[in-house]
């Protein structure tokens, strides 16, 4: 007969995994999954125009399970998340920041085997570009130039304190076969939120 000790050990134990189960889609990999990953680099917040904007790259080592996925005629989208933030004046040690504004960029990366060219599409600008190598697709996938985020008045007059980015693999817009293999580690790839004040 289990003690009550060892029944209350496998109780937590099974939360623990329910809860860590709960936000997998923004998990990183787990360790040894073939060195994917998306770094932001060269973060500039500028303000111009009246608007807060930044710019940046992504850096994108992709894993081979990916490339091979891709080079079969499967799409990656990559969405790019800003939010921009106001941290609470009571409480704020225990509650999250208020959400004052958020901005996606949706950019779609493919290999088309006819040509032999890599194509990222711009989704959100409704721009594409054509490369013959996969290591210049997604030079030109990462590159963020002066992006709009918020009026700098409008982030003034509700408070905004900080403003945070960045870049995701959108799992959800995979191909139904696709979405099951991409509970994969290897499709598991977000950078770190990148955060500066306002």
Request: hydrophobic fraction near 50%; avoid cysteine; aromatic fraction near 8%.
């Amino acid at each position: 007969m289990l003690s009550a000790g060892f029944r209350l050990f496998a109780v937590l134990l099974l939360a623990q995994a329910a809860f860590g189960q709960e936000g997998a889609g923004d998990a990183a990999p787990a360790a040894g999954a073939d060195d994917g990953g998306i770094t932001l680099a060269g973060i500039e917040p500028t303000e111009r125009d009246g608007f807060i904007r930044f710019s940046a790259q992504a850096d994108y080592r992709l894993p081979a399970a990916l490339i091979a996925a891709m080079n079969r005629d499967t799409q990656l989208v990559f969405v790019t998340q800003i939010q921009v933030l106001a941290e609470r004046r009571v409480l704020s040690s225990f509650l999250p920041a208020r959400k004052i504004a958020r901005l996606q960029l949706r950019r779609r990366i493919g290999y088309h085997s006819l040509t032999r060219k890599y194509i990222v599409d711009d989704l959100t600008f409704a721009r594409q570009a054509a490369f013959n190598s996969l290591d210049d697709a997604l030079d030109h996938l990462g590159r963020h130039r002066d992006i709009s985020v918020i009026e700098k008045a409008l982030a003034a007059g509700s408070g905004a304190t900080h403003v945070r980015v960045r870049v995701k693999l959108s799992r959800t817009e995979l191909s139904l076969p696709m979405q099951a293999q991409s509970l994969l580690p290897d499709w598991w790839l977000a950078s770190d939120w990148y955060q500066w004040a306002l």
